[in-house]
C-alpha cells in the first residue's frame, strides 16, 4: 500500500493536468495586429543597469545581493496594447517578484494608479503564480486597495518564452496570456477605473515581506541571480502627447464590439480551471472600498 500510494497520487495529478490541457483557442490574436518594436526604440533602462544585458530586441534583468533592475517606457500612454514575451528563472525563487506593469507612480507618488502582472516567486515543489492587479490613486501609505486575481498556468514559464499583455482602453482593461483573455476588468465608474497617463515598466526584484505565501519563504540569495528574460515587445497605444482622436489598438474581432463569444469562452475556462485567488470572493476583505464587486 505505501508503494501504491505514491503511484495513485501521480496518476490523479496527470489526470487533472490532462483534464485541463490547453484553454480553447480565443479565435483571435490581439498582438498580431500589434507591431513588434525594438526593446532600445520603445524602453530605457530605469535602475540596476549593472543588472541589465540587452540588445535591439531582448533584455535580460536578473536580481542578486546587491540590486534588482528595471526598465520604464520612453513615453507615457493614456491607453494602449502593452505586451512582452518572458522566460521566468526555474528552481527557488521564492521572494523574488518578475514584473511587467503599467504606472504613474513617479508622476503621482502616494496617489498612484497601476496595471500589473506579477510572477511571483515560487518553491520547486509549487508552480508559479501569475497575479493580475489594479490600482486605482493608492500607494504604499496604508490605503493600497488591491484588485488582485492569481492564476496558475497551463504550461510551465520556466521552459520557454510565453506572451503577457495588458490592453487598457477607456472602458476596460484586459490581460492576455498567449493571446488568451484571462481576465477582464471593466470601467464602472470613474472612482474604480484608472484614467491618467501611465508608462509601461519591467522589474525584477526581492519582495521577500510578501510575494511567496505572504512572506513565508523569503529570497535565498544562495541561489543568485535570479534571472527574467523579456522579448517580443508589444506597444501601440494613445501617448499622453497624441491628438484626442487617437483610439487605442482593440483586443477583439472588428466584426465584434467586445470579446467576441470564442474570447469568452476561453477567458471563463481558464478563470474555472487556473484562477485561484479573486479579491472579490475573499471573506476577509472590505467590498465596501471595491463597490464593483
Not at 518553491?123 to 490605503?143: A, C, E, F, H
Not at 470601467?187 to 526584484?205: Q, V
Amino acid at each position: 500500500m505505501a508503494l501504491f500510494l505514491p503511484i495513485l497520487l501521480f496518476m490523479v495529478k496527470t489526470s487533472l493536468t490532462n483534464a485541463q490541457g490547453n484553454p480553447p483557442s480565443p479565435g483571435y490574436n490581439p498582438s498580431s495586429v500589434v507591431q513588434t518594436v525594438p526593446f532600445d526604440r520603445a524602453y530605457q533602462t530605469l535602475w540596476g543597469p549593472q543588472n541589465q544585458r540587452f540588445d535591439q530586441s531582448s533584455v535580460t534583468i536578473w536580481l542578486d545581493k546587491s540590486s534588482g533592475s528595471g526598465f520604464k517606457s520612453r513615453k507615457s500612454y493614456k491607453s494602449g496594447f502593452f505586451g512582452t514575451a518572458i522566460k521566468l528563472h526555474p528552481g527557488y525563487t521564492a521572494g523574488v517578484i518578475t514584473s511587467f506593469y503599467l504606472s504613474n507612480n513617479e508622476d503621482h507618488p502616494g496617489n498612484h494608479d497601476e496595471v500589473d502582472i506579477e510572477f511571483l516567486g515560487t518553491t520547486p515543489d509549487k508552480p508559479y503564480t501569475l497575479q493580475t492587479n489594479v490600482y486605482i490613486r493608492g500607494s504604499g501609505d496604508g490605503n493600497i486597495i488591491g484588485r488582485e486575481q492569481k492564476f496558475h498556468l497551463w504550461f510551465d514559464p520556466t521552459e520557454d518564452f510565453h506572451n503577457y499583455a495588458m490592453l487598457w482602453t477607456p472602458n476596460e482593461i484586459i490581460f492576455f496570456v498567449d493571446d488568451v483573455p484571462i481576465r477582464r476588468y471593466p470601467r464602472k465608474n470613474d472612482d474604480t477605473f484608472p484614467l491618467r497617463p501611465m508608462y509601461a515598466y519591467g522589474s525584477i526584484w526581492d519582495a521577500s515581506s510578501w510575494a511567496t505565501e505572504n512572506g513565508r519563504y523569503k529570497a535565498n540569495y544562495g541561489y543568485q541571480p535570479f534571472v527574467g528574460r523579456y522579448s517580443n515587445f508589444k506597444l501601440e497605444g494613445c501617448a499622453t502627447d497624441s491628438e484626442q482622436s487617437c483610439r487605442p489598438p482593440s483586443g477583439y474581432p472588428s466584426a465584434t464590439r467586445g470579446l467576441s463569444r470564442q474570447q469568452v469562452a476561453s477567458m471563463q475556462w481558464v478563470q474555472r480551471n487556473y484562477k485561484v485567488y479573486d479579491y472579490c470572493s475573499d471573506p476577509k476583505r472590505d467590498h465596501t472600498q471595491t463597490p464593483e464587486c
